[in-house]
């Protein structure tokens, strides 16, 4: 069951279960939009996987089933990983 993390790990914005800008990789790395697609270029800096919209858990189930409540903020070094995201970033996700 996904965790549905509550914040962007790079720039710490709020992602509640309800946003639509949450956007995850096959790890869940969790990113909002705009650093998922403007920033990393649908490259995960930590798996180079794509990202995909998270869903949302319906409202019946997140009483049994809460979203996390453990922030992860971990920034990434953009000079660092540019050279991974420009390497990924034109090959599809299917054939990284």
Same mark, same amino acid.
Do not use: W
């Given at each position: 069951?996904?965790?549905?993390? !509550? @914040?962007?790990?790079?720039?710490? /914005? %709020?992602? !509640?279960?309800?946003?639509?800008?949450?956007? =995850?990789?096959?790890?869940? $790395?969790?990113? $909002?939009?705009? $650093?998922?697609?403007?920033?990393?270029? @649908? /490259? $995960? !800096?930590?798996?180079?996987? @794509?990202? /995909? &919209?998270?869903?949302?858990? !319906?409202?019946?189930? /997140?009483?049994? +089933?809460?979203?996390?409540?453990?922030?992860? +903020?971990?920034?990434? %070094?953009?000079?660092?990983?540019?050279?991974? =995201?420009?390497?990924?970033?034109?090959?599809? &996700?299917?054939?990284?």
């Amino acid at each position: 069951m996904l965790e549905l993390r !509550p @914040n962007c790990e790079h720039c710490g /914005v %709020d992602l !509640p279960n309800t946003s639509t800008e949450a956007m =995850i990789c096959s790890f869940e $790395c969790t990113y $909002c939009k705009t $650093c998922a697609i403007e920033i990393f270029q @649908n /490259v $995960c !800096p930590s798996c180079t996987g @794509n990202f /995909v &919209p998270r869903p949302i858990r !319906p409202k019946q189930y /997140v009483e049994k +089933y809460p979203p996390s409540a453990e922030k992860i +903020y971990k920034p990434k %070094d953009l000079a660092e990983k540019m050279e991974l =995201i420009e390497f990924f970033k034109n090959i599809p &996700p299917e054939k990284r």
